[in-house]
């Protein structure tokens, strides 16, 4: 766990329909998908091969009372988190569970100063063996955030879990900003456009043929926001919503073929967790590599 420490390790969704969720993933992203449920909670894990990549369980009740919709959470490893999440707490975030114990190991869920949510975890049930293998199919191979003002947000990221911008030279009117952590970028922070009326992290899932896996979201009852569209990498991105309604991206070769373009790149969305609300059309922007 030591070389995994302020890094992303793992992923859950939280949704309304958990067996959906399951067959739709599948389809899309290639994941196998194994009960681990205990007495006291039903839990899936999704897994690239032999490689546990995250969770899925359906979303609390108590969160459904509150207005929460499905979506996905990411979580970072730290050392303490109870310190971790006083340190939040001083910061000008907020924590909106407690330190845990939970069947992943124990968790808290925070949200940053301007209210984007994700998590925490020390003491991980289930692992990746290393967290370098960003490009490999099916795992999580890039994490954007669309921050209220990604100038500002960037030093309590940095401070709390030792990530460096990838480019020191990076003007900063510029539009978009890498970040990396233990040496390595493994995602990028933007400003939102006026119109997201809530700042989010998107995860952004590898797959091996991105027109197929877009014509599987299609199929399976999900929208395709944005995309798909070819990056100056020569990648291919393209920015979805599952069935439920829980937001995602996707990320992998070729073009796109025969996939019905969308007349929009916005999508209707509320929740509320927390506390923490909102509520708007969200209007996913391309974004610069």
């Known amino acids: 766990m030591v070389k995994q420490l302020g890094r992303f ?6 949704t309304t329909d958990v067996a959906a969720a399951r ?22 894990v999704l897994g690239a091969g032999e490689v546990p990549v995250g969770g899925l369980m359906d979303l609390p009740e ?24 006083t340190q939040i707490r001083r910061r000008g975030g907020a924590v909106l569970l407690p330190p845990t114990d939970s069947n992943i ?19 991980l049930t289930y692992g ?3 967290a370098s293998g960003l490009d490999e199919l099916g795992r999580v191979g890039w994490h954007e955030l669309l921050a209220e003002d990604r100038n500002k947000i960037f030093d309590f990221y940095g401070e709390l879990f030792g990530w460096q911008k990838a480019d020191d030279e990076t003007d900063p009117a510029d539009f978009y900003q890498l970040f990396s952590a233990a040496g390595q970028t493994i995602g990028g922070m933007l400003t939102k456009l006026p119109s997201v009326p809530q700042p989010c992290w998107l995860y952004y899932f590898n797959v091996d043929d991105i027109s197929t896996a877009a ?6 009852g999900g929208r395709i926001l944005q995309g798909p569209t070819e990056l100056p990498d020569g990648c291919w991105i393209a920015r979805c919503a599952d069935p439920q309604g829980a ?17 929009t790149s916005e999508v209707a969305w509320s929740a509320k967790w927390g506390g923490i609300a909102s509520q708007g059309r969200m209007v996913l922007p391309k974004p610069k590599r």
């Open 9 to 14: 390790v793992w992923y859950e969704l939280l």
């Open 23 to 44: 067959a739709f993933y599948g389809k899309v992203v290639g994941w196998d998908a194994k009960d681990a449920s205990t007495p006291e909670l039903a839990y899936t």
């Open 62 to 85: 108590e969160g459904l009372r509150m207005g929460a919709t499905p979506r996905w959470v990411g979580y970072i490893a730290v050392d303490d988190l109870d310190a971790t999440a």
């Open 105 to 123: 190991g124990r968790v808290s869920v925070v949200a940053d100063p301007q209210k984007a949510t994700f998590a925490l975890v020390s003491g």
């Open 128 to 130: 990746q063996p290393q």
């Open 215 to 220: 014509r599987h979201v299609n199929d399976g």
């Open 247 to 263: 937001l995602f991206a996707l990320q992998g070769a070729q073009g796109p073929k025969d996939t019905e373009q969308p007349s």
